[in-house]
């Protein structure tokens, strides 16, 4: 699947941190993943929370994207396909990086 929306982290010139979901094609923002990503901060709930949300927020909207499902409204058909789809698909994890031939491995000897 290609990515259709972006998560990034924002910095105000105040030196505040906000989340963001962003057309990949325009870099423009998606005013609802948006406003609900700002919905998390002034209910109470950590920063944290909002960045592990805006992946899963940008994840959801591609997934809706590609399959042409209304991501306002999906059905209940729908959101099983989605829950097929993440338990058959899963990511790789956040932040994981792939060994080159010449890095060092647990139990490999260097000289």
Known sequence: MSPHFLAFRSISADGGVRWVVVDAA????HPQATAYLTS??????????ERAYVGRVALY?????????????PGFLELAGLQRWLVSEPLAPAGARRLSRGSARPGRRTR
């Open 26 to 29: 325009t870099y423009a923002l």
């Open 40 to 49: 998390l901060r002034s209910r109470g709930c950590s920063a944290n929370t």
């Open 61 to 73: 909207l591609d997934y809706c994207r590609d399959r042409g499902v209304d991501w306002a409204a």
